[in-house]
C-alpha cells in the first residue's frame, strides 16, 4: 500500500470541470469520457434523477451530444452502483448532489478510480453551489471554464436568471430562464451604479495622487 492507503501506479484521481450554464461543461465531460474509452476503460455516468430536462438516462450538452447516464437519488447511490471493473465515474450536474458527495468521490478514488464531475460552481446569486465548493477543495485538478455573455460577447462566468423574483436555489431550466452573463453584465442584485461610482472615485484618487506626485 502507498502513503495514503491507495496501491502504487493505481491511484485514483478526482476532476473538476466548473463554471456557468452553456460553458461546455457536459461536452468536457464527454470529451474525457470518449477518451477514456478509447483507451478501453470501463466507464460508468451518472447524473442526479432530478435533472431530467433533456432526457432521463442520458447527459446532453447544449450542443446535442449525449451518453447514457444513470440516474440516481442521492450521492450513496453512485457508491451502490459502481461495478468492480468500473476504471472511471464520471458524474455530471454534480451541483445537485447532497454533501454525501464529497465522502463517495473521496471511496471511490481511493478505490483507484478516476472521477469526473462537471458541476455550476456557482448559483444564479453568484454564491457556492451544494456541495462545489468542498469538492473544488478536495479535487485534484479543477478547469473553471467560460461561456460567452449574451449581452456583450466576453467570457461568461455567470449564469443569469431572468426572473430573479423566482428565488429558489434549484429551478431546472433552459435558455428559457438561465443566460450566461460576464460579471459586468449579472447584475445580481442591482448594484452595478454602486461599482461604478467606487471605480470612478478610485480612478479620481489615483488620478489625483499621480498629479501630486508629478508636482513634487
Ligand atoms: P454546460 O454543460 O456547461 O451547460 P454544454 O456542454 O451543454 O454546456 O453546452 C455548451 C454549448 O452550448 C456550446 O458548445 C455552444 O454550442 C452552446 N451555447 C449556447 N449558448 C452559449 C453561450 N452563451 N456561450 C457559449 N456556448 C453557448
Ligand atoms: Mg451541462
Redesign the pocket.
Known sequence: MGLFGTMPGISGSIEVVC?P???????ELIRRVKRAQIARQKVQIFKPAIDNRYHETEVV???SQSMEATPVNSAVEILQRVFDSTRVVAIDEVQFFDENISIVVEKLARRGIRVIM?GLDQDYMGKPFGPMASLLAIADTVDKIH??C?VCGAG?SKTFRKNPKESAQVLVGETDLY??RCRAHADFFGEDQDQLAFFANLNANLNDSRSKIKNL
Do not use: D, P, V
Not at 450554464?21 to 461536452?27: A, C, V
Open positions: 463554471g450554464m452553456f460553458s461546455g461543461k457536459t461536452e450538452s447544449h450542443s462537471a461561456a460567452i449574451t461568461a443566460e450566461a
